[in-house]
């Protein structure tokens, strides 16, 4: 069960409307790293949780909290949206027709789609997409990708709040910057509990770690001969294993396996090499040959 209290986490108050701006605003709605999404991820999280008590109530904290980002924004986004498209189109018109005339004032969309309201897009109108999330019941796994949500959101809130100098505007983008930098450090601090708890222990960090291929899991392959990856930590050393790092340079194929499928099915009429100079029918050469032997029998026919 959800409840909804009719006030918003925190205020959404513009200091005018900016329909231009509302356009970009959309990508920190729906866009792949949006709060649409890191909203849908936690709640699937959340709903797939099998760990009662702290695990699970975290996730759903956290996912219920980012509903409300959601209105938030979307909250925002409308207000910004308050008398366009022609307020918006006047003030285009005066300070560049050309402007105007190309993208009409403001995301045609936001008129046409929503009647001045938000979508759940990208900025670029593209719909969100459930692709997006991650959920996969392991909760290790799943926090690190939430870190790295976390990371992503709170970048593009970064560059999106230098594109205004709304005052209101800024000091919403504010208090989600704060948000995005507490709930990263939430999920790094989660992994490190879920470590102390146990729950990697046989998990995922060393599952089927019987059957890999030991030179394998400890080495660093470069593939350029004026590589310096060499002197990072992740090639020397011990391994997070406890293994020792082994660099190899100008890495060569460990196999003479090349990369060529098997012969195709005849009816699929692929070009394949087995077929070089034999001209079968139902290949270009056979073709080929076939047209060259149908000329020559018109010309004997001619000459007789």
Same mark, same amino acid.
């Given at each position: ?59 759903? #904290?956290?996912?219920?909290?980012? /509903? ?5 924004? !979307? !909250? ?7 008398? *366009? ?6 003030? *285009? ?17 936001? *008129? ?20 997006? /999330? ?22 593009? !809130?970064?560059? /999106? ?19 995005? !930098? ?31 291929? #030991? ?41 003479? #396996? ?16 087995? #077929? ?29």
């Amino acid at each position: 069960m959800f409840k909804h209290v009719d006030y918003l986490q925190f205020q959404a108050k513009p200091e005018k409307p900016d329909a231009f701006f509302a356009a970009k605003l959309q990508e920190l709605i729906g866009g792949q790293f949006g709060e649409m999404t890191v909203m849908m991820q936690y709640l699937w999280q959340g709903w797939s949780c099998r760990v009662p008590g702290k695990y699970k109530d975290m996730i759903m #904290d956290v996912a219920t909290e980012e /509903i409300g980002h959601v209105e938030m924004l !979307t !909250t925002m986004l409308a207000r910004l949206l308050e008398g *366009a498209p022609s307020e918006t189109t006047e003030k *285009a018109v005066a300070a560049n027709p050309v402007l105007a005339a190309v993208i009409g004032g403001m995301n045609p969309q936001h *008129a046409i789609v929503t009647g001045g309201g938000p979508m759940p897009t990208n900025s670029q109108g593209v719909p969100w997409n459930a692709g997006y /999330i991650v959920a996969s019941g392991n909760l290790l796994a799943d926090f690190r990708s939430n870190v790295s949500a976390e990371a992503q959101s709170r970048l593009q !809130t970064s560059r /999106i709040y230098h594109m205004t100098d709304d005052r209101g505007v800024k000091d919403m983008l504010q208090f989600n910057l704060a948000r995005d !930098t507490y709930h990263q450090q939430q999920w790094l601090l989660g992994i490190e509990q879920l470590i102390e708890d146990g729950f990697t222990e046989s998990g995922i960090e060393n599952s089927n770690g019987e059957h890999e291929k #030991d030179f394998a899991r400890r080495t660093f392959y470069s593939f350029d001969p004026e590589s310096t990856a060499g002197e990072g930590r992740w090639a020397r050393g011990q391994s997070l294993l406890g293994e020792d790092l082994e660099y190899v340079p100008d890495a060569q194929p460990l196999t003479d #396996d090349k990369p060529l499928g098997p012969a195709p099915d005849p009816k699929l009429f692929v070009t394949y090499a087995g #077929d070089m100079g034999k001209g079968k029918p139902g290949t270009g050469a056979g073709a080929h040959g076939q047209g060259v032997a149908n000329v020559v029998n018109k010309i004997k026919g001619a000459l007789d």
